[in-house]
């Protein structure tokens, strides 16, 4: 059984940097096989998907939601088989249920979707 | 921000089938494949329809997904009260490079 947990504080202060981990059993983040995702629900708003790393042996490569500019870094240590969040100059806008999720993707992303799903952390900023 | 577009809420009484949509453009819905999600309260979402009208194992039938064009539909046929959730859609967008989602609809059982 593949499970993800969230990490982190549950309180920042504004300006400061939120960063979350994400740790993963049941499955390894650097089979190359899946993309280890972020996503967020502001409380009353839609989902936002964050960005995810993909990681091969010890290459690893993010992709981000450009909407949150050079604020968002995303990052993975493979020997724990953690991948983790760092989002910089939070503000009240950020306050969110933050989950890290599994996704399977298809060549040139054809097909995206994300089966496995933390259960989420709520950060309030 | 959300650029699929999703009605907000749609509601019917149990054993109804319902219907919502989710419209997109010819950089997501129109290239790549769409994928459902179901997201009870307090819950995190689930996958529920993925490749446009795929199953994973464990959802009942009575969902059901279409896609045509720059659009997709999901159905709820024999509506359950466990089916009130929000759901959503999302697509990957090729000119944006990013995951986009939908606006989400709630679904209500009356």
């Known amino acids: 059984q593949v499970l993800l947990q969230e990490s982190g504080p549950g309180l920042v202060k504004p300006s400061q940097t939120l960063s979350l981990i994400c740790t993963v059993s049941?499955?390894?983040?650097?089979?190359?096989?899946?993309?280890w995702t972020w996503i967020r629900q502001p409380a009353g708003k839609g989902l936002e998907w964050l960005g995810h790393?993909?990681?091969?042996?010890?290459?690893?490569?993010?992709t981000h939601n450009y909407s949150l500019g050079r604020r968002i870094t995303m990052s993975a240590d493979t020997s724990k088989n953690q991948f983790s969040l760092t989002l910089a100059s939070v503000a009240a806008t950020d306050t969110a249920v933050y989950y890290c999720?599994?996704?399977?993707?298809?060549?040139?992303?054809?097909?995206?979707?994300?089966?496995?799903w933390g259960r989420g952390t709520t950060v309030t900023v | 921000q959300s650029v699929l577009t999703q009605p907000p809420s749609v509601s019917g009484t149990p054993g109804q089938r319902v219907t919502m949509s989710c419209s997109g453009s010819d950089s997501n819905i129109g290239r790549n494949s769409v994928t459902w999600y179901q997201h009870l309260p307090g819950a995190a979402p689930k996958l529920l329809i993925y490749i446009d009208n795929q199953r994973p194992s464990g959802v009942p039938d009575r969902f059901s997904g279409s896609k045509s064009g720059t659009s997709a539909s999901l159905a709820i046929s024999g509506l359950q009260s466990e089916d009130e959730a929000d759901y959503y859609c999302t697509s990957w967008d090729d000119r944006l490079e990013i995951l986009v989602l939908g606006t989400g609809t709630k679904v209500t059982v009356l």
């Open positions: 049941g499955d390894s983040i650097s089979s190359g096989s899946h993309d």
């Open positions: 790393i993909y990681a091969r042996g010890t290459s690893v490569t993010s």
């Open positions: 999720v599994r996704a399977q993707r298809g060549n040139y992303y054809y097909y995206h979707y994300m089966d496995v």
